[in-house]
């Protein structure tokens, strides 16, 4: 596959799939400020590397919430990789467990979490969102719980769906809708459509009861709001932590008062997340909030970061300014929708060979002993911050 970064296996994967499903992979919300912000706020931290350092010998492993990783990533919870590729979530389970790193199991999976866990890999995380119901939400714990998940991460910043215009223009569905405005589009994607046509039927594998009938096209907005619960507040995480023995991780947290409160609630990670800027178009970036995250945890618990992560440079600016790992989406579904377990193999090959050359290059031959040093000083200051945020 000729793909020597994660930006080639985004436009292979721009030209593998039909526009309205690509854009809703790359797409945000509203203006997608938030989504440049991911990436732009990267670009201006700025490594401090040193010289005549033995680099002989380098190393990216790291354990988190008790879970021992080649690489400081994990592939964070996406919902509907099946709609990029037959048993996508099964190809990223797999991939993922070849190269010894980190893999979280989306609620909205197009694969169940016992399809995973037996085809797949055995300790992924798996990733919640609590339902209106919440004797299925408690069913889905239960669920994880008997397939072996060693995580179990809540996301919290998504009481409603975020307004997310390309995928309103593009009358998107699930699974996809054809129709006549979009018949020449799809025409052209003939390796996709029939992979399509010949693989599983695309639906929501953790959300539909063994037997029951399919349901037929629907909105990702209308599939939210007929699931997920405004009313969710901390008395569910109290509720989670109180079933769940296991490490609990809370993603979704931009604001260092609510990460103290998640501290104070139990949780044993906080995931530092914009929900790649689907859902508050104008909340900062995540890296931008991570300093003052961390600080504010002050090692109570660990800290993740989810959001822009592009290069293993991004990576190592990450775990310089206190994050223990990072959480990519986008990247692997890139990979995925490029090439099948092939792509996911692929993107994960990037990333490891680039936080090697950056860690050498750098100075820093052991990730886990990184720290600000790493950053031209002033690094965790470089970015706006809101009155009361993170930072």
Same mark, same amino acid.
């Given at each position: 596959m000729n793909a020597v970064n994660i930006?080639?296996?985004?436009?292979?994967?721009?030209?593998?799939?039909?526009?309205a499903v690509f854009e809703f992979v790359d797409g945000a919300a509203n203006d997608e400020q938030t989504l440049a912000a991911n990436r732009r706020d990267f670009e201006r931290i700025w490594f401090a590397p040193r010289v005549l350092v033995d680099v002989g010998e380098r190393s990216q492993a790291v354990r988190v919430l008790g879970q021992d990783y080649a690489s400081p990533f994990v592939f964070g919870p996406t919902g509907l990789a099946g709609v990029l590729w037959p048993h996508g979530d099964l190809a990223t389970a797999r991939a993922t467990a070849k190269?010894?790193?980190?893999?979280?199991? =989306?609620?909205? +999976?197009? +694969?169940?979490?016992?399809?995973?866990?037996?085809?797949?890999?055995?300790?992924?995380?798996?990733?919640?969102?609590?339902?209106?119901?919440?004797?299925?939400?408690?069913?889905?714990?239960?669920?994880?719980?008997?397939?072996?998940? $060693?995580?179990?991460?809540? #996301?919290?910043?998504l $009481?409603?769906?975020g307004p997310r215009e390309r995928d309103e223009r593009n009358g998107f569905t699930v699974p996809p809708r054809l129709g006549l405005d979009n018949v020449f589009d799809y025409a052209r994607r003939l390796g996709w459509l029939w992979?399509?046509? #010949?693989? $599983?039927?695309?639906?929501?594998?953790?959300l539909e009861a063994p037997g029951a009938p399919k349901s037929g096209l629907t909105t990702v907005a209308q599939h939210i709001g007929k699931q997920f619960d405004p009313t969710v507040s901390w008395k569910e995480i109290d509720w989670l932590r109180g079933?769940?023995?296991? $490490?609990?991780?809370?993603?979704?947290?931009? &604001?260092?008062?609510?990460?103290?409160?998640?501290?104070? &609630?139990?949780?044993?990670?906080?995931?530092?997340?914009? &929900?790649?800027?689907?859902?508050?178009?104008?909340?900062?970036?995540?890296? =931008?909030?991570l300093p003052g995250i961390v600080d504010a945890v002050d090692g109570r618990a660990e800290v993740l970061v989810d959001g822009g992560v592009r290069r293993g440079s991004d990576?190592?600016?990450?775990?310089?300014?206190?994050?223990?790992?990072?959480?990519?989406?986008?990247? =692997?579904?890139?990979?995925?929708a490029a090439g099948g377990e092939a792509g996911v193999s692929r993107a994960i090959e990037i990333l490891r060979k680039e936080i090697d050359i950056t860690l050498t290059l750098l100075g820093r031959p052991d990730i886990a002993a990184l720290n600000r040093s790493a950053l031209r000083p002033g690094a965790e200051a470089a970015f706006w911050s809101p009155p009361g945020g993170a930072g």
């Open positions: 930006e080639d296996l985004r436009r292979l994967a721009r030209r593998q799939l039909p526009r190269a010894g790193v980190g893999y979280c199991l =989306s609620t909205n +999976a197009n +694969a169940s979490i016992e399809q995973v866990a037996q085809q797949g890999r055995k300790d992924f995380w798996f990733q919640l969102y609590v339902q209106r119901d919440r004797g299925l939400a408690k069913e889905l714990v239960d669920r994880a719980r008997a397939a072996g998940c $060693p995580v179990l991460c809540v #996301t919290v910043d $009481p409603v769906q992979r399509m046509a #010949t693989g $599983p039927r695309i639906g929501f594998g953790n079933m769940w023995s296991g $490490p609990l991780a809370v993603k979704g947290i931009l &604001h260092a008062d609510d990460a103290r409160l998640a501290v104070q &609630h139990g949780v044993d990670a906080v995931i530092v997340s914009n &929900h790649g800027g689907r859902q508050l178009d104008g909340a900062p970036s995540a890296i =931008s909030a990576i190592v600016k990450a775990l310089a300014l206190g994050a223990r790992a990072c959480l990519l989406g986008r990247a =692997s579904l890139y990979g995925l």
